[in-house]
């Protein structure tokens, strides 16, 4: 029976089955939804729309909307916590990390409570990680791996919210809900076109230089470069040859170009990418190129302005 009002009751009235049942019933309290369903069941009471329920074991409010029981949305409150191996959260709502110390376990949880954890106030490219884990108040991350967010990272042309996971609790650990991550994290413009003269990888001419980023460590990246054209020598067997290069150490070769043994230019548009897990630290990742025999040159554009072949660049982003 619903609720259809209130009644003043005075002293000395009768109370009727009929006005405790429509008259001032408060929110029924449970330890949990098995409980609720067994007290009314065992009553035989049939739900009527717009009944409230307050649930203990998760602290919950829900009300009931005429076909279930849902749970009222608590406001969403704001609170700052510094980064430490385990991090105490007092409810719901998001907490803003702040400092860099990577974050393992999350105390303070209770079956169902929802947290987002954001990024705040770091510097830019660097990182506060949070350690994937399935032990008890762990953070088991969608991915299955520890994640880096970030407040801000190089590619953004404006400071804008810091990156957040949202976790949900399962009474033993932590559980990845979702995300919202930034895909790229440092987009730069090629060097001006030039001559390729180094002969060698230790000397070699640098095309392209991305900004520094601090690195998880766990997350997959993708460094994708583009140059409108390099081409070779003049002379025959004229070869250049790419790394791609973490600070000033040559990681790997990524691409060659030879002109075969015909004395003339070979040249053609460079496009590459490259799959890593860069190890955790602060990298600054970038193409070089030399030559063997004759010296080469590179265009980062073709026409007369960049935007008539689009400007050369160098991309790093996250392959997740």
Known sequence: MAITG????????????????TYNRGVFVFADAAARTSAFSAASITLAEGWFSYLTGTNSTEYYDGAAWV?????????TVASASSIAVTGPGTYLLTGTTTVATITGGVTGMTITLQASAQASGTPVVLTYGAGANAIKLAS?????????????????????????????????????????????????????????????????????????????????????????????????????????????R??????????????????????????????????????????????????STSADSGQGFIRIERDI
């Open 71 to 79: 749970a009222v949305a608590a406001a969403n409150v704001i609170s």
């Open 6 to 21: 209130v009644k003043n009751f005075q002293a000395g009235a009768i109370l009727t089955a009929a006005d405790l049942n």
């Open 144 to 252: 299955g791996r520890s994640l880096g967010i970030y407040a801000q990272v190089p590619a953004d042309t404006a400071a804008g919210a810091g990156e957040s996971v949202t976790l949900r609790y399962d009474g033993t650990a932590w559980v990845e809900i979702a995300r919202d991550l930034r895909k790229v994290l440092t987009f730069n413009n090629a060097e001006a076109s030039g001559t390729i003269s180094a002969t060698s990888a230790a000397t070699a001419n640098t095309l392209a230089t991305a900004s520094s980023i601090t690195f998880d460590g766990a997350t997959p990246m993708v460094i994708s470069f583009y140059l409108y054209q390099w081409a070779t020598g003049g002379t025959a067997s004229s070869t250049l040859f790419a790394n791609l290069y973490d600070g000033a150490t040559a990681a790997q």
């Open 254 to 303: 990524v691409a060659n170009l030879n002109n075969g043994t015909t004395a003339y230019q070979q040249g053609t548009t460079l496009m590459l990418q490259v799959r890593l897990t860069p190890s955790a630290a602060a990298r600054a990742y970038g193409i070089r190129a030399f030559r063997v025999t004759s010296n080469g040159e590179w265009n980062t554009s073709g026409g």
